[in-house]
């Protein structure tokens, strides 16, 4: 397994700090997202924000690390092709989702075992020109519904509903929608505008995340 670096250490406060308030924070996020729906178990989450500034990286690596730490076996699937992230935070092997999606890797030769314990990621992959139309591909769903029968919950980034369709489309076909939103920098008509184009897609939206609030 690989080492827990101190840059990585960085962006994940529920590794350096698990008795932090912030960890806690992440703790009932986790809650909430499996208490949030009454009919089946909510194995898929996209979580999207409202603009490009909004920490979604940093939160959904978080909150993985808490699934992870509790026993689960967790994915997290960089969805963001166009400003992937994430490879930043967790270990890959070279392969990612476009790759699969373009018939250039498999599933088991792409996803890659991270520094945490429990923990798997699938990077964003090599650069394409056509994200939303991988996105919307069959292969997509074909992958989503091979890895929810491999895991016990998948967390997938994608970019920010209001810049790109990417998003919406991703979260048509997941379980679940968290969506995040910096607070002070976020317009209420924006974050208003992005709730309602994930509604018009039918996304099941589990909730609201608010970044950078003063305590």
């Not at 997202?33 to 940093?58: G, R």
């Not at 769903?141 to 489309?169: G, M, N, R, W, Y």
Request: glycine share 4%; hydrophobic share 40%; aromatic share 4%.
């Amino acid at each position: 397994m690989p080492a827990v670096t101190d840059k990585i250490k960085k962006n994940l406060v529920t590794e350096l700090n698990p008795s932090s308030l912030i960890t806690e924070d992440y703790r009932t996020l986790r809650m909430k997202i499996q208490y949030s729906t009454s009919s089946e178990p909510t194995k898929t989450v996209l979580l999207t924000s409202v603009t490009s500034k909004d920490e979604k990286s940093k939160t959904i690596a978080n909150l993985a690390v808490i699934y992870a730490r509790e026993g689960k076996k967790v994915l997290v699937i960089d969805a963001d092709l166009r400003s992937p992230m994430l490879h930043h935070t967790f270990t890959s092997n070279g392969f990612g989702l476009a790759d699969i999606l373009l018939g250039q890797s498999s599933l088991s030769n792409t996803v890659s075992e991270t520094q945490i314990a429990n923990l798997s990621f699938i990077a964003a992959g090599h650069a394409t020109v056509s994200p939303s139309e991988l996105l919307s591909s069959e292969r997509m769903q074909e992958l989503l519904s091979q890895v929810k029968e491999e895991f016990d919950i998948v967390l997938i980034d994608s970019p920010p509903v209001l810049a790109v369709t990417d998003a919406q489309i991703m979260a048509a076909i997941s379980d679940g929608v968290v969506l995040i939103v910096n607070q002070g920098k976020v317009k209420r008509e924006a974050a208003k505008k992005a709730l309602a184009q994930l509604n018009y897609v039918r996304a099941v939206v589990l909730g609201a995340v608010l970044v950078n609030t003063s305590k």
